[in-house]
């Protein structure tokens, strides 16, 4: 994925500015930054569900605005801190993206797709109201690959997690990384995370890209804000 001077605004407020930058396939992208940064904003523009004023992202040299609807979400799958579930079945909620396009998800894929994350079998009948906060996000994932994205979107999805649930979802996420190829963009606000599981880091801060490169430069930045950013000296 490319973007080329990207620019939104709310209103009259300038979110984003100028974004330039490319996130590559196969690889894990980290997006830091304080609060207010716009990488949320950044996030959603990347998989259509908000639309940029000027400038360009593109998807294999095609601009994203050019993709229907429904290719673009089979194209870029998004997982959010708070693991949206419908009422149901975890089998209900790994076919929705399916539901919605008019198909079945066969239960043998659906088993797949849940070893993928970690959970047997068994968990497609459970109840979505009984699972926990971590086995939730794991479904969550589990279900934005249903569709086979070539990139993957994850918003803060392991911030609300204890330390354990946070290192399966990190390990499983660099499996799913692996074993697919799938590109990463990763908001966390987990400096350390960013550098164990980013291969690539962005760092943001009023809307623009402040400092870019390998997870490394969290350690060394050259810019004076993100120095004091990591050094906890910046919201």
């Known amino acids: 994925m490319q973007l080329n001077q990207v620019n939104y605004f709310s209103g009259d407020v300038h979110i984003l500015k100028n974004i330039t930058g490319s996130f590559y396939a196969g690889e894990i992208t980290t997006l830091v930054g304080p609060s207010g940064a716009g990488k949320t ?3 959603k523009l990347c998989n259509g569900l908000l639309s940029y004023q000027s400038g360009e992202i593109y998807i294999k040299d095609k ?13 870029v799958g998004i997982a959010l801190q ?3 579930m419908i009422s149901g079945s975890v089998l209900d909620n790994l076919e929705l993206p399916l ?3 008019g198909k079945k998800l066969s ?3 659906a088993k797949e797709l849940l070893n993928d994350v970690g959970l047997s079998g068994e968990f497609l009948k459970r109840n979505s109201k009984e699972l926990s906060g ?3 996000q794991k479904v969550s994932i589990a279900r934005t690959l249903v569709n086979r994205p070539r990139i993957l979107l994850l918003d803060e999805i392991t911030s609300a997690l204890d330390r354990v649930s946070q290192a399966e979802i990190e390990a499983l996420i660099v ?3 692996r074993k697919y190829g799938v590109a990463i ?3 966390t606000h987990n400096l350390q995370q960013a550098l164990n599981i980013g291969a690539y880091t962005w760092v943001m801060m009023d809307g623009t890209v402040v400092e870019v490169g390998e997870s490394n430069l969290l350690l060394s930045p050259k810019n004076e804000r993100v120095r004091k950013f990591v050094k906890g000296q910046l919201g």
């Open 63 to 75: 601009r994203i605005n050019e993709y229907e609807p429904v290719e673009l979400r089979r194209s």
């Open 134 to 136: 971590g086995q939730r």
């Open 185 to 187: 963009i990763w908001i």
């Open 99 to 101: 539901v919605l396009q």
């Open 82 to 84: 708070s693991a949206p």
């Open 107 to 109: 239960t043998q894929n």
């Open 175 to 177: 499996k799913i990384n």
């Open 41 to 43: 904003t950044l996030l």
